[in-house]
């Protein structure tokens, strides 16, 4: 297993000891003061996710807690861990910051933990939000792609020391407008940050991902409160819209926006939609 140690985490990075010894990791982001939500990242992905959220979580009065799942950035790695064990984590972390209520928001990969969470922790999600959410398992139990440790290990030895090889795999198959935003240098210095921390303790947190999201997530899509909201792009690559529509129909009362001409990376360049639509009706 490939191994690396990442930058020295920063003044609005933390960590919390979790019941069972494990470190939890996670940034700020946003607004101290205000609404709490906590934001799921994609895979691969760390805390630094949440700074695409920073600028407009400030104006709309939103604190952002990003998370990060075990095995990514500064989190301990959980061994044989399921997608339903992170809701526990998540109450954990909201105990930990005085949270009685609070919001979640899943990035691609991050979806269905947000689902898990709005399904076991009903009474403290006051907003629930998938964006470029991964789509439900194959019905018939058979993996779907699953990346192997060798690419994994390929993805994170791209990142760190060739960049520009990095991005062309990004850009490969990439819609019209997921090019726009991954050849912004702004956007392309944050995503390569975000990446690279993923791997912090090496490419096994993210080769688990690869595999939890494609196994039966165990969730309990009844228990889910009615409002859901859902953002997906039309021109996604990565999660066709077929099969976001068809999450989306599992989800009772979901909310789905289906967003013409967007692609996957969507939240990169209108975080603030997905926050005033995830807070529009609160007081």
């Known amino acids: 297993m490939m191994r690396h140690a990442g930058r020295p985490p920063g003044p609005n990075d933390r960590v919390l000891k979790l019941p069972d010894g494990r470190l939890l990791g996670y940034a700020e982001f946003g607004e101290a003061a205000g609404d709490a939500l906590f934001f799921f990242h994609g895979n691969p992905g760390s805390r630094f996710g949440g700074a695409f959220l920073d600028a407009l979580a400030k104006e709309r009065g939103v604190r952002v807690i990003a998370l990060e799942r075990p095995g990514f950035g500064l989190s301990d790695f959980q061994p044989g861990r399921a997608i339903t064990d992170w809701p526990a984590d998540v109450r954990e972390a909201a105990r930990h910051l005085g949270f009685e209520r609070f919001a979640v928001l899943g990035y691609s990969a991050g979806g269905p933990y947000a689902l898990a969470c709005a399904a076991q922790l009903a009474d403290q999600i006051a907003a629930v939000g998938l964006v470029s959410s991964a789509d439900l398992p194959k019905a018939d139990g058979a993996p ?18 060739a960049p520009g090889l990095f991005f062309r795999t990004v850009k490969r198959g990439a819609s019209a407008e997921d090019l726009r935003v991954v050849s912004r240098p702004a956007e392309k210095r944050a995503m390569l940050r975000d990446v690279r921390e993923a791997f912090r303790h090496g490419s096994r947190g993210v080769a688990e991902e690869s595999a939890l999201v494609e196994r039966p997530w165990g969730i309990d899509f ?59 009706s609160r007081p």
């Not at 779907?144 to 020391?161: I, K, M, Y």
């Not at 989306?248 to 975080?271: K, N």
Request: with cysteine; glycine share 10%; aromatic share 6%.
């Open 222 to 280: 009844a228990a889910i409160p009615s409002g859901a909201k859902i953002w997906h792009g039309e021109q996604d690559r990565i999660v066709p819209v077929a099969k976001a529509r068809l999450l989306a129909s599992t989800i009772p009362g979901c909310i789905a926006t289906f967003m013409p001409g967007a692609g996957h990376f969507w939240l990169l360049a209108h975080a603030g939609e997905a926050l005033e639509g995830l807070f529009e």
């Open 144 to 161: 779907g792609r699953l990346r192997s440790n060798a690419e994994v290990s390929l993805t994170s030895l791209l990142a760190r020391r």
